[in-house]
């Protein structure tokens, strides 16, 4: 499938607690009228905070996968025993008129994006360091430390994969990084994606290496 749309589809993915779903909250803020943030469905359920329709649509496992089976989803994935999905029809309205529609998706949802729709731009968000990355899921408080260990180590795995996606984003200064994700994506539109050329993968090589070295110690327990 391709898209002959004006708007472009940026798929954001990242390890758990390097803050994304804050960085897109702030990117809507400043920059909305360029954008629609696609709302997933997931059988898990609601923090505390969360409400059914705005950081997610939030159903039974039961209803997930009728939304499979009616193909409503343009892909989905299980992550740490839950379902996660996009629903399709909101996205493909919002390219149609002419919006960059963002997915903030896990890796495996990123993949099969990047499959059916190779003009995707894949980003990556890390935080600065594993350390950081620890501390900030024990400071959110809002998952329990089997589940902040689960997510660790889905961290570590996924940090494997990098290399399929375009860009290696690192969330040191949430405004900074607001406007850096706005200028490579207005590049990636205007077809001027050779300025975005430091922040991708393969120019930031030793930092995901040494992000992946991190991670792997922290999941054999040291
Ligand atoms: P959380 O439970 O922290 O909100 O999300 C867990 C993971 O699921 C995150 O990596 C998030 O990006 C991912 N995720 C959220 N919505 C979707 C979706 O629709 N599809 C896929 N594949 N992953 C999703």
Redesign the pocket.
Known sequence: MSLATKGALIVV?GF?GAG?GTLMKNLMKNYGESYALSI???S?APRPGEEDGREYFFVTRERFEEMIAQSELV???Q?VGNY???PKAYVMQQLEAGKNVI????I??ALKIKKQFPEACLMFVSAPSATELRNRLVGRGTEAPEVIDQRLNRACEESQGVEAYDYWIVNDDLDATTVRIHNIIENVRNNHSERNSEYTVSANEGFVNKMRDELMSFSKGE
Do not use: D, H, N
């Open positions: 993915s758990s994304k997933s469905a997931t898990r892909e989905y994935a992550y996660y999905g996009t997915l903030e998706i896990e495996q949802g």
